[in-house]
């Protein structure tokens, strides 16, 4: 099995397992954590899967990705921080 392969499985079984944190965290705060790992964790994937088939448009995709994801990450931390939303 190549490294990049591995590499590919263990990332998606970490995100599984953050995912799982999103829905069960007990505060807000642990769920914007884990989602903000997830998200990580998916950037990293969609590289390893650029670099697996050679193909750059991965990447362009993994740029859009961590862009959106930053500036949702501070949506729902200006949202959480409004007061709307109870621990």
Do not use: H, N
Request: overall charge positive.
């Amino acid at each position: 099995m190549d490294p990049i392969r591995l590499l590919i499985i263990v990332f998606t079984a970490a995100t599984a397992i953050s995912m799982i944190r999103v829905v069960i965290g007990p505060t807000v705060a642990d769920r914007m954590v884990a989602l903000t790992v997830a998200s990580s964790q998916v950037l990293a994937l969609l590289v390893l899967i650029a670099l697996r088939e050679r193909l750059t448009f991965y990447l362009d995709v993994a740029l859009v990705y961590d862009i959106f994801g930053f500036i949702g990450v501070l949506a729902i931390t200006r949202y959480v921080s409004s007061g709307k939303v109870s621990s």
